[in-house]
């Protein structure tokens, strides 16, 4: 391993060999592999299904405990903290336990932090009937969501309209949680429909990676490539506190307010997603440089 002690970098990989990486995170294994850091592989889709956690090197007799960061699909917090308790075995600990990865993988549990700079929210976990009433005393427009994510590319609205009667949105959101399926987590999340400065029909979005409380990457996360990160976004001191130690935050303009801006989602930072590989080296060299500093 290097002497600035790097994370582990833990990858998933294909079906059927546990010595090859899942080819939608090769590039990245190799951008890791440039910059020194250790490279580890899991048979994900079988421990997704309830398997032991097998990795590609066996078993570590080491007694130093090594931290490391998955670089992966989501998973549930469930298969999350499977992982992180059998990693625990090997002498590995990811970054984040499995409470710092619910605090932003479950937007619910970082909501009442962000309540200044992002849309009003209400949720209810699941088995909880929604109180349509209590909605509309502060929503005329709902984004619908699970705890993670929201439907796209479904026959589903963009928003549902508040004064629709209860048994109407019933109807949409147990559609919603069909077309989510076993994907479905948490609850139902009903954010404030909020209109977005658009430019040729693209949104303003950016998305930043926070490693131990600092943001050590920030990009464009939509089709307008040519946007500038505005530098305050960068510092805001709002996401410096979601209780967990690798995560992302995902900003948008709002509409007729160039200057207004808004958090539209967080996430764990194992499980984000990179939109090219130029993002995942300046990711890599982020995360390099933020253990170079220790």
Known sequence: MSSINLPIIIYPCTYDNINKIDQDYKFEQDIAKELGFLIYLFNYDNFVLGDKLKLNFGIN??????????????L??????????ELLTYN?????????YRNTHYYPYSANILTSVAPNTIWFPKGKKIDWNLVRKTM????????VKSVK?????????TDMTDDELNTYIDKFIQLRGDLYQGGIVLKEYVE??????????????????K???MYANSDNK?????????????????????????????????????????????????????????????????YQRG
Request: charged share 30%; hydrophobic share 30%; glycine share 6%.
């Open 140 to 147: 005329n427009k709902v984004v619908v969501k699970d705890y």
């Open 226 to 290: 040519e946007d500038i990160v505005p530098q305050f976004i960068s510092n805001n001191i709002y996401t410096k506190s979601l209780g967990s130690n690798f995560y992302t935050v995902d900003f948008a303009r709002v509409e007729k307010e160039c200057n207004s801006y808004f958090v539209v989602e967080c996430g764990d930072g194992q499980v984000s997603g990179l939109p090219s590989e130029k993002e995942a080296r300046d990711l890599y060299n982020a995360i390099y440089k933020a």
């Open 196 to 213: 977005l400065d658009k430019k040729d029909n693209k949104t303003h979005e950016f998305r930043g990676f926070y490693i131990n409380g």
């Open 92 to 100: 590995i600990k990811l970054i984040n336990t499995p409470t710092e």
């Open 61 to 74: 007799n080491d007694t130093k405990e090594y931290i490391a960061i998955y670089r992966g699909w989501m």
């Open 76 to 85: 549930t917090l469930e298969q999350y903290t499977r992982l992180y308790n």
């Open 153 to 161: 590319g479904f026959d589903f609205p963009e928003y549902l309209e």
């Open 215 to 217: 943001c050590e990457l």
